[in-house]
């Protein structure tokens, strides 16, 4: 079992940029896939970004490409994603999440319902 911690967020203005982390207390396997999801108010949960874990291979959601970057930090156990030219529409709670067994970087990766373990969420608003 793995235990996702995060830190980051807060109240930022539109047009910053920020990072938010997701730490694990013990070393993430390779063969895992991390992600990250949002949800905003009254809003299904997002899919953002993936990556596997081993491999370092990235997958993008059509809605945040270009100003959102997923990565890893395999030697710290760390997963972040930055964000750049933050808008209000970006204001949501942000998860991070790991799917236990191997998974085809794409398209599969996805759905919410893939991952095994969760972030506690983080809350980022931005203001206009």
């Known amino acids: 079992q793995v235990q996702l911690v995060q830190s980051g967020g807060g109240l930022v203005q539109a047009g910053d940029s920020l990072r938010l982390a997701c730490a694990a207390p013990?070393?993430?396997?390779?063969?895992?896939?991390m992600a990250w999801f949002r949800q905003a108010p009254v809003k299904e949960r997002e899919f953002i970004a993936a990556?596997?874990?081993?491999?370092?291979?990235?997958y993008y959601g059509d809605s945040v490409k270009g100003r959102f970057t997923i990565s890893r930090d395999s030697a710290e156990n760390a997963l972040y994603l930055q964000i750049h030219s933050l808008k209000p529409e970006d204001t949501a709670t942000y998860y991070c999440?790991?799917?236990?067994?191997?998974?085809?970087?794409?398209?599969?990766?996805?759905?919410?319902?893939?991952?095994?373990?969760w972030g506690q969420g983080t809350r980022v608003t931005v203001s206009s």
């Open positions: 999440a790991a799917h236990d067994s191997p998974l085809p970087i794409g398209i599969a990766t996805i759905g919410a319902d893939e991952y095994d373990y």
């Open positions: 013990e070393r993430i396997p390779s063969n895992y896939v």
């Open positions: 990556i596997n874990w081993g491999s370092g291979v990235t």
